[in-house]
């Protein structure tokens, strides 16, 4: 494989230029340069930004993704990886409970004030008052 100005890859992958840029100042990408300073990448660089692609679709901040990254394997840092799993597993459980409310609506002859599940969905949604969490804590 031949290698890629910034615009090719950029391109290939549907992406702005600046984000290129933006992610070898994180540390992300590490291309290497041509005699006149160009940035020159190559196939190692089409997977790794194909990997920084699925990170992000993955719900990785660019940060984790660097610290990930820059280990030899993933598994070298699996406090993040543990830590991103219990977070997509509290995405999943609200998105469940959303496709759940707007099923129930679909199906419900009700509108959301008449609707008792709706409403005890909308109230279980509504933090309590400064001082009733200090009181129900004692």
Known sequence: MKSMAIGELAERFGLATHVLRHWESMGLLEPARRAGGQREYGRADLERVALILMGKEAGFTLGELRVLLSAPSPMDHR????????????????????????????????????????????????????????????
Request: glycine share 0%.
């Open 79 to 138: 406090d993040v990886l543990r830590r991103h799993v219990e977070e997509l597993e509290q995405r999943i459980s609200r998105a469940r409970m959303a496709k759940e409310l707007i099923e129930h609506a679909l199906a419900c002859p009700h509108t959301f004030a008449e609707c008792e599940h709706a409403r005890d969905q909308i109230a279980a949604r509504i933090p309590p008052l400064p001082d009733q969490v200090s009181n129900d804590a004692s």
